[in-house]
């Protein structure tokens, strides 16, 4: 499966939780940020999680997110960033 | 010793304090699959063992030689578990390695919000306060704040980059060479490089003076 983004992209976390083992966690969901690097496709672990065989793979993205952004009363300075590993399923552009 | 599983010859040894209901159900598990013949009880000893085996030394082996051979720091970068290899050590199947670097400008420190995802195949287990509620709600909400606490205050003008390991990625955080070490020979280096350097959570220690 080819990548949906790539590098620089800015994308928006979905939000949502369907039942059973997500890895999106909920305080970056609806978040803003922009694709750190691709990791290759993986296995999804919400089928994996209930014994299902995780296919078909999804991209796996670090997606870079501006502390300000995520926590807006963030105490440290504003270029602090949050990385996070986000399933391809997980985003859309923004 | 009063415990039912003596009359069992495919349990494990059981610990000695009351087991939790989590141990009792591993237990419970393991002895089954041993029962219907999909794994050995000495397969079980020996992944226990493998695991065990696995520390923070390995780790430092690493940083230690990315530190004075600027080839390796980059193949590392590039793709960490073929670098690793290059050393003798081998992570393992189960996730993949992925280093970054810890500079003047830029802090890494990792964390796993959803449960303790940590570079075990390199670090060997994570210290409880890797696991804790406390370091996984409130690194990613105020990472100088819980750095603070573990004796590390940065400067505003040092990027904070706070790494939550949600999935396959195990992070592994290259620190910052400390100044001072330039005729040191890569063991004495390795003794410098501590597990919580390359949590993030501090810097690698700086040389005794002599």
């Known amino acids: ?94 | 010793m009063h415990d039912d599983h003596h009359d069992n010859p495919h349990a494990p040894p059981t610990p000695d304090h009351p087991m939790t209901e989590f141990e009792r159900r591993v237990d419970a598990v393991q002895a089954l699959l041993i029962e219907k013949g999909l794994i050995t009880a000495d397969e079980v000893r020996r992944a226990v063992e493998e695991m065990d085996y696995r520390s923070p030394a390995l780790g430092a082996k690493v940083i230690a030689r990315a530190w004075v051979d600027p080839a390796f720091k980059s193949r590392l970068l590039a793709n960490a578990k073929s670098a690793i290899l290059e050393l003798g050590i081998d992570v393992g199947e189960l996730a993949t390695i992925v280093a970054v670097e810890n500079t003047e400008k830029v802090h890494h420190a990792v964390v796993c919000t959803l449960c303790s995802c940590y570079p075990r195949g390199l670090l060997g287990y994570p210290p409880d306060w890797y696991k804790s509620l406390n370091y996984r709600s409130r690194v990613v909400v105020d990472p100088r704040g819980v750095l603070k606490e573990f004796g590390l205050q940065l400067p505003p003008n040092v990027e904070v980059r706070v790494l939550d390991s949600t999935a396959d990625m195990r992070y592994l955080v290259i620190p910052a060479r400390p100044a001072g070490t330039d005729g040191m020979s890569e063991e004495e280096l390795a003794g410098l490089i501590t597990r919580d350097s390359m949590i993030g959570v501090a810097q690698a220690r700086t040389p005794a003076k002599r």
């Open chain 1, 1 to 94: 499966m080819s990548a949906r983004f790539k590098a620089g992209d800015r994308v928006r976390v979905r939000v949502g939780s369907p039942p059973g083992h997500l890895r999106t966690p909920l305080y970056i969901q609806g978040k803003i940020g922009s694709v750190e690097r691709l990791h290759g496709d993986y296995r999804n672990p919400e089928s994996l999680a209930h014994g299902g065989d995780g296919l078909p793979k999804q991209q796996l993205y670090l997606v870079r997110f501006a502390q300000p952004h995520v926590w807006p009363k963030y105490p440290g300075p504003p270029r602090d960033q949050l990385l996070i590993d986000i399933y391809e399923h997980w985003l859309e552009p923004a």
